[in-house]
């Protein structure tokens, strides 16, 4: 579904809006290139509601029993919810790379680099929040609102230039900005409608160390003792 | 059928994350998304989305009827309700009626929103927007209704269900102009454009509120072909599901 989700959004959203943006060229493949990162983040988010799955089937004992230490669990479970969301998303990156040309494997890399930057983080900011809601009807609000929010207030949609004061203020904190920035420069997008790169780069580090950090401290605590119940 | 509509209406408040999620959407395409692109198109695109917010989010809150059905059928609940002292059509026509009513409680608050950002129309304006965004309602708990009962796998309702959604927002005119469609999507695509319910009613809401496009019988004739067919439809399916349960 959500193969079909990023099609329709390039395939039908992306066409008919592309026919009405003025203020820039080539809004088409703008849009295209943010909706991969978004599509993105909504596979990796998904950790988190398995983690909730995990503790109502008592598979959490299961995983406390293994000889693993718990910082290796949460890492572990980062770096595969990135790898499985960039798995998931291979075939659209690379039907796109295809259509557009891209063959130079340095953009090739970087552009991949960056997604897979920014799914290990969000995983890890997924995770984060599983753990530290106890409750799975505010995981599932504050997720919704993310989901609303975090989007639209992100370069994935429209360049910051064209956002009023202080929805550019708050996409500059948003590493979604970064992340679909840091894509599209990769595959050589026009660079005035992006964010510096290396700045992209800076942000996607402090925020994948950030919450992946968050997320082993808060999953050792929490996972002792029973408290996750 | 009092209480049925009743019942509907109180389970319907028991959504409130699912609302909550909703309605943030909602807000944020408008507050947010809508007010970046004006900056960017040659129109203002913050005015044109209001009344296809309208339309979009009612659309969503008379669906959720479809989650409730599904899972009534899967579990054997039906057969509670054929005990009810009540008719069959009362009982069906009773939560189409409340399917509409839920969307049009949704939708009010988009719509004053709507009002505010564009213009308070004539009373009798108000009248026949609240009546065309019923009957969007009722014909959107048909159709839920149906997929429900038609398909009472959970896993291939909620596809089909998803597969809706995203045709029938994306090939609609709550987003863009019909006129833009026309130039980018080509046959059976374009054709569900047209005669998607969601672009009638949002274009109906923009007519009242805006002027443009212009509302025609045609705009009516259209919404009442489909709220009719749709009724009609879910009420018969619902009956014989509820009948075959027993």
Redesign the interface.
């Given at each position: 579904m959500r193969w079909f989700f990023a099609i329709v959004q390039i395939g039908i959203f992306g066409f008919a809006f592309s026919r009405l943006i003025i203020a820039m060229p080539d809004y088409y493949h703008y849009y295209a290139m943010g909706v991969i990162v978004m599509t993105m983040y909504s596979v990796a988010i998904f950790t988190g509601y398995e983690i909730y799955d995990e503790a109502d089937d008592g598979y959490v004992e299961y995983l406390l029993s293994l000889p693993i230490t718990r910082r290796e669990l949460v890492l572990g479970r980062s770096l595969a919810g990135g790898l499985r969301s960039f798995i998931f998303m291979s075939p659209i990156i690379a039907g796109f790379l295809l259509l557009l040309g891209v063959f130079d494997p340095w953009k090739v890399l970087a552009a991949l680099t960056a997604l897979y930057g920014f799914a290990f983080g969000i995983t890890g900011l997924s995770i984060t929040l599983a753990v530290g809601l106890k409750s799975g009807s505010s995981f599932d609000i504050v997720m919704g609102a993310l989901d609303a929010f975090i989007v639209r207030l992100s370069s994935a949609l429209y360049p910051q230039a064209f956002m009023p004061g202080p929805i550019a203020a708050l996409s500059g904190f948003n590493p979604l900005t970064y992340a679909t920035d840091l894509f599209r420069w990769s595959l050589n997008y026009d660079v005035r409608y992006l964010a510096n790169p290396y700045f992209a780069v800076l942000v996607l580090v402090i925020f994948l160390t950030t919450f992946n950090f968050a997320g082993v401290v808060i999953y050792e605590r929490n996972l002792e003792g029973g408290t996750w119940k | 059928m009092g209480a049925v509509i009743e019942h509907d209406f109180r389970v319907f408040l028991k959504y409130r994350?699912t609302l909550?999620?909703l309605i943030?959407?909602n807000?944020?395409?408008l507050l947010?998304?809508a007010?970046?692109?004006t900056?960017?198109?040659?129109f203002n695109?913050f005015e044109f989305l209001a009344p296809g917010i309208v339309a979009m989010g009612l659309f969503a809150a008379a669906f959720v009827i479809g989650r409730e059905v599904n899972m009534e059928t899967r579990r054997g609940y039906n057969l509670y309700l054929l005990s009810l002292p009540l008719r069959r059509s009362e009982f069906v026509f009773g939560r189409m009626v409340a399917g509409g009513i839920r969307g049009l409680v949704y939708g009010i608050p988009l719509l004053i929103l709507a009002m505010v950002i564009l213009r308070f129309p004539s009373a009798l304006e108000v009248a026949l927007m609240l009546f065309a965004m019923y009957l969007l309602g009722m014909g959107i708990t048909g159709l839920a209704i149906s997929l429900a009962v038609l398909l009472r796998s959970f896993e291939k309702f909620t596809?089909a269900r998803?597969?809706l959604y995203?045709?029938l927002i994306?090939?609609s005119s709550v987003?863009?102009p019909i006129a833009?469609?026309q130039?980018?999507?080509r046959g059976p695509?374009i054709f569900i454009a047209e005669v998607n319910p969601l672009t009638t009613v949002s274009d109906l809401l923009r007519g009242y509120l805006m002027g443009t496009p212009s509302v025609t019988l045609w705009s009516w004739a259209q919404l009442l072909a489909f709220s009719g067919l749709f009724i009609l439809a879910g009420s018969g399916l619902y009956i014989i599901a509820i009948q075959r349960s027993a």
């Open positions: - | 994350f909550a999620g943030s959407m807000l944020a395409d947010i998304m007010v970046v692109y900056r960017m198109v040659s695109y596809t998803s597969l995203l045709l994306f090939c987003f863009y833009v469609l130039q980018v999507l695509l």
